[in-house]
């Protein structure tokens, strides 16, 4: 089936050391999301990817990077974790921008924890 | 500052009732709705949306109703089943059904047998 996969489900990082979380997709979606949901909250927009175009918003820290070497791929490069950066990320695809008529198809998510 | 709010960060019902979890928004810009449902260790899916051109969508048992001059949704099951119990997240957007979601802060539904 057609989806969206996140590797891996749970990631524990140490406090300061770079880590990378991926996402793949075979819906052939050309948008790909990173949202950062904290326990309790919303589910927040980091990024996207709009085909090869990044678009950063204005509040996601520094921090957060992100890479799209391909359709099919992307991911988040977090260059220093803080404790204040554990949060499950999830990643989402849309056909277009937007959710459309079928909203995002979102992968299973990445439980960070820094430690 | 929170653009779309679910006051109610949990709800309980029993099976076979109505389950009505609300949703409110302040920008009225927002012209486009989204409901997704959660379970755990799984990504959210898609549920079902409305444009504000329209005041009332449905499918199946579920059913999603627009008030726009009080800014406010609200999403109907009915009726109820175990299987339902989730956490529901509210979203919205503006430029029709383009542009970024913002998300509520979810309400978790739990459906008694």
């Known amino acids: 089936d057609a989806m969206v996969i996140q590797n891996p489900r749970y990631q524990v990082t140490q406090f300061g050391k770079p880590v990378t979380l991926s996402c793949s997709q075979t819906l052939n979606h050309n948008v790909m999301y990173w949202y950062q949901q904290k326990s309790s909250q919303a589910p927040k927009l980091l990024f996207h990817y709009y085909d090869k175009d990044f678009n950063n918003e204005a509040d996601t820290p520094d921090n957060f990077q992100s890479r799209r070497p391909n359709t099919s791929f992307c991911f988040l490069d977090i260059r220093s974790p803080g404790l204040g950066d554990a949060a499950m990320y999830l990643c989402?695809?849309?056909?277009?921008w937007g959710p459309g008529i079928y909203g995002y198809t979102f992968g299973s998510g990445t439980r960070l924890t820094v430690v | 500052d929170q653009q779309v709010k679910q006051n109610s960060p949990s709800l309980s019902v029993q099976e076979g009732r109505i389950s009505i979890l609300n949703c409110d928004y302040t920008?009225?810009?927002?012209?486009?709705f989204l409901w997704y449902k959660k379970y755990p260790a799984e990504g959210p899916t898609f549920l079902i949306s409305i444009s504000s051109i329209k005041d009332k969508n449905e499918d199946g048992r579920f059913t999603v109703f627009l008030n726009k001059s009080a800014k406010h949704l609200s999403l109907h099951i009915v009726p109820s089943q175990p299987g339902d119990s989730a956490v529901y997240f509210c979203a919205a957007n503006y430029g029709g059904s383009q542009g970024n979601l913002i998300f509520g802060k979810g309400t978790k539904l739990s459906v008694k047998p």
């Open positions: 989402a695809t849309s056909r277009g």
């Open positions: 920008n009225s810009m927002f012209d486009y």
